[in-house]
């Protein structure tokens, strides 16, 4: 075992507060990672305050790593020393059911292990990012480029991966009408990444403030749902619909925004259940559907493309003990867009 230190909550709702505690030793397949920058998920949020129910406390969040390799095991083979290298929602999956064999490691017939707030195969607690090392199964290591700013290339571990892959799944292409709802972490993701793929992109915000922002990521349009003239411009409207609100609402006038056959992909996770009557599905042959973040082999694609074409996340970086007041500040939706941890202040 290895000494680390990290930010953890001691229980549901409490503040993070400095926390040591220890690291497996780096087993013959594993990969030891120095992390330089973590960024801030409203996953972190939902699951310190135990929103989703089941957390597992003291809790170290943290799955948007990146960092330098300083220890690798005797088999590993794709990393060495001084490599940079990313970590995401992922540390392991059972890696043999249907799902695993065909990359999907999120949807694993056995459950993933999750970075943190989750058990390990030698049943021990995960613990995330907000921390100095961490020690991970190869097959679960990202190769992240040395052209991109690290702090900016954090976010793409979750954000940047969980909007990629429903943007590739649902063919976002060309001149496809498409909408993100929520411009936060996962938001402006997929404005970069849909623009990019040549969709005119529509940012549904309720936040008028970040009208100017929305433009200067790609978004072609930019409408504030609060305001129900705007809203009625834009009925029937959309191929794609990018869902990334994390508050509890009614999806009703947001469906009604799709054309026939167009899907309602959701990602956000409120606490509670959205609200929609099935006339609105029916009336267009409208669908609604889920995604989780994305594969391995996926998320290297992911950063690939990010690194070819010099796509990184807008980012705030803070120090380690700024952590509550950052979450507190998510909570208004006041994060441009994403807040990353500079984990040399820990
Ligand atoms: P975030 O940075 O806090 O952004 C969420 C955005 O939602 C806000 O910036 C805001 O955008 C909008 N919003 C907030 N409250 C709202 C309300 N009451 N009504 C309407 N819009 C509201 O969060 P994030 O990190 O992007 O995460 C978003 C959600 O995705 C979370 O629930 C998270 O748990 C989930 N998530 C899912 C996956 C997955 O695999 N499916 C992966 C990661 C995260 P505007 O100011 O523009 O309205
Ligand atoms: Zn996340």
Redesign the pocket.
């Known amino acids: 075992m290895s000494a680390a230190k990290g930010y953890a909550a001691q229980a549901a709702h409490a503040p993070l507060t400095p926390f040591n505690f220890e690291r497996r030793e780096v087993g013959p397949h594993d990969v030891r990672i120095e992390i330089l920058f973590c960024g801030v ?3 972190d949020v ?1 699951q310190v305050r135990d929103e989703w129910g089941g957390s597992i406390f003291p809790m170290v969040p943290g799955h948007e790593i990146v960092g330098r390799v300083t220890e690798v095991g005797a088999h590993v083979q794709g990393f060495k020393a001084g490599d940079l290298a990313g970590v995401g ?1 992922m540390v392991d999956s059972c890696q043999h059911c249907a799902e695993c064999n065909d990359g999907l490691e999120q949807y694993c017939d056995n459950g993933f292990v999750g970075t943190y707030n989750a058990k390990g195969k030698d049943g021990q607690p995960t613990y995330g990012g907000y921390s100095n090392s961490i020690v991970v199964t190869e097959k679960f290591v990202l190769h992240v480029s040395e052209k991109l700013d690290l702090a900016r290339v954090a976010p793409l571990l ?2 940047g991966i ?1 909007t990629w892959s429903p943007l590739r799944q649902w063919n976002a292409k060309q001149g496809d009408r498409v909408a993100v ?7 402006h993701m997929a404005v970069k990444f849909a623009a990019a793929m040549g969709c005119e992109v529509t ?1 549904l ?3 008028p403030s ?1 009208e100017e922002d929305a433009k200067a990521l790609g978004a072609h349009k930019f409408v504030v ?1 609060k305001d129900p003239e705007a809203m009625k411009g834009i009925s029937n409207y959309f191929d794609l619909i990018i869902n ?4 509890p ?1 009614d999806l009703t006038p947001y469906v009604a925004s799709l054309r026939l056959d167009g899907t309602m992909v959701l ?4 606490p509670e259940a959205p609200q929609l009557h099935a006339f609105n599905l029916i009336a267009k042959r409208r669908r609604i559907a ?4 994305g594969g391995i082999q996926e998320t290297q694609e992911m950063l690939d493309f990010c690194a070819e074409h010099n796509v990184m996340s807008d980012v705030e970086i803070i120090r380690m003990d700024y952590i509550n007041e950052a979450y507190e500040r ?1 909570m208004k ?1 006041d ?1 441009k ?2 807040f990353v941890l500079d984990l040399a202040t820990i």
């Open positions: 998920c409203h996953s939902h929602c979750c954000a969980t709802m929520g411009l936060g972490g996962l938001g940012v915000s309720t936040s970040k749902t990334t609100v994390s508050a609402m990602l956000g996770v409120p889920g995604s989780l973040i998510m939706s994060v867009y994403r």
